[in-house]
């Protein structure tokens, strides 16, 4: 009895300061930063306490998403397909807790893009961003172009992404080719890896996350028409990453099962808010009936609708937050500081070109570059959407037999022969042919 009564003193002592510290730890992120609690007792066990409240207020904050979670913690861990050594999210997680802006950029096709009654994973991820670490100057850039894939973003990288990006989230999962029609050794996947290499050259350090994204009705082949595990890039593209040791989330990881057993919110038969094409069988997908639009996770049966880029942002978060629990709960990773280590390393892709810079004309700068032509036009590709960039703007002919007639230099800026010159270009529409003379 005598250890009973001696101890209820101590007790109380740590319930009173459990819960100021408690409150000031929530307090303090929602400033924007964060500064871990020096706790001074002579008690071991109250420290410990205190220490494990703080860390559980703080994982708490971080899971905290201003949505309905879509993903359980179990589904988003397996999503997470590559977490590496964790230095890149860190570098942005010292930002974030030190109460400064950050800057979000997301480069991809259709499915970054969004628009519409598509989902826009970004602007999910930026409410993420402003609610748990609010700062009145963080910005979001979405810089997705429908139907574009790595090698139109590649030579015009230096346009497209800006130079003070800390964090550029990589979606091309869907829009580069699939596995069985490239190997690693193609152009299409030297191209992804000498776009990574640019940004991971760059003095600001932007920290890159590969987004891989899984459209189950247009991954078909041996045998099955949907939802096929392995035909998309996502392989080779997750190889990339564990070369660069850069974090890979993938939709597929996390959610295969989900669309397989028909779980609410990833029922992919319908589309929530159109029609849609099983790309296997050429078959129409049916719209959701009225109300039953948040059982489906693709908005047309190819782009995910609104739970989707819910999906699509938790995965992003988790790894992030993460990041940011360690960071600011003292977990070290010790890095190995051998000079032979420093910097990249070479290009993974034997034969490849290290690539630091590329001509890239876009849109009116296009333009002046024709000299001739005969039945092209300049003119959009899909004139009803509301901004020029998903207009696409271009040169295009309607008719066999049209031409037109390039003007263009290929000189370099130094006379170096250490240098290659690269002429890019993009076929949107088949059967054109191109004579460099």
């Known amino acids: 009895m005598e250890a009973k009564a001696d101890r209820t003193p101590q007790l109380l002592l740590a319930v009173l300061v459990l819960i100021p510290l408690f409150l000031a730890g929530i307090h303090i992120l929602e400033g924007g930063g964060l500064t871990r609690p020096v706790v001074k007792t002579s008690s071991m066990d109250l420290a410990i306490n205190t220490e494990a409240a703080v860390a559980a207020a703080l994982k708490a904050r971080l899971r905290r998403l201003p949505w309905s979670p879509m993903l359980s913690e179990a589904e988003a861990r397996r999503g997470v397909t590559y977490a590496g050594s964790g230095a890149p999210l860190r570098r942005l997680a010292a930002k974030l807790l030190a109460g400064q802006a950050v800057k979000l950029v997301t480069i991809g096709g259709s499915v970054t893009q969004g628009g519409g009654m598509l989902g826009d994973y970004l602007s999910e991820l930026f409410r993420y961003i402003n609610s748990t670490f609010p700062h009145g100057q963080h910005e979001m850039l979405n810089k997705g172009m429908?139907?574009?894939?790595?090698?139109?973003?590649?030579?015009?990288?230096?346009?497209i992404v800006p130079q003070d990006a800390d964090l550029v989230v990589v979606e091309f999962a869907i829009n580069d080719e699939a596995s069985e029609k490239v190997s690693y050794a193609s152009p299409q996947r030297r191209t992804y890896e000498q776009m990574l290499?640019?940004?991971?050259?760059?003095?600001?350090?932007?920290?890159?996350?590969?987004l891989q994204y899984y459209p189950w009705m247009r991954s078909f082949g041996d045998g099955v028409t949907q939802g096929l595990y392995y035909r998309e890039p996502e392989t080779e593209m997750t190889v990339l990453g564990q070369y660069y040791d850069l974090p890979v989330v993938s939709v597929r990881a996390a959610t295969w099962r989900l669309m397989h057993a028909g779980i609410d919110g990833f029922k992919v038969d319908k589309g929530a808010h159109s029609i849609g094409l099983n790309w296997g069988n050429k078959s129409i997908i049916p719209q959701a009936d009225a109300g039953e639009e948040d059982k489906y996770f693709y908005?047309?049966?190819?782009?995910?609708?609104?739970?989707?880029?819910?999906?699509?942002?938790?995965?992003v978060i988790h790894p992030l937050a993460v990041a940011v629990e360690d960071l600011a709960t003292g977990v070290q990773v010790e890095e190995r500081q051998a000079p032979q280590l420093q910097g990249l390393p070479p290009p993974m892709i034997p034969n490849s070109p290290n690539v630091s810079s590329s001509a890239c004309f876009m849109l009116e700068e296009f333009k002046p570059l024709v000299k001739q032509a005969q039945g092209f036009e300049y003119r959009p590709e899909r004139p009803a959407r509301t901004s020029v960039l998903a207009q696409k703007w271009g040169w295009s002919g309607l008719q066999p037999g049209e031409w037109l007639q390039l003007e263009f230099s290929t000189m370099l800026d130094t006379a170096s022969p250490q240098r290659n010159a690269t002429v890019c270009e993009c076929r949107i529409a088949k059967r054109v042919g191109w004579d460099f003379s």
């Open 299 to 315: 908005s047309d049966g190819l782009h995910p609708g609104p739970g989707g880029a819910q999906v699509m942002a938790e995965l």
């Open 146 to 159: 429908g139907a574009w894939g790595s090698e139109g973003f590649e030579p015009c990288l230096d346009r």
């Open 197 to 210: 290499r640019r940004m991971l050259q760059r003095p600001s350090q932007p920290t890159l996350v590969l």
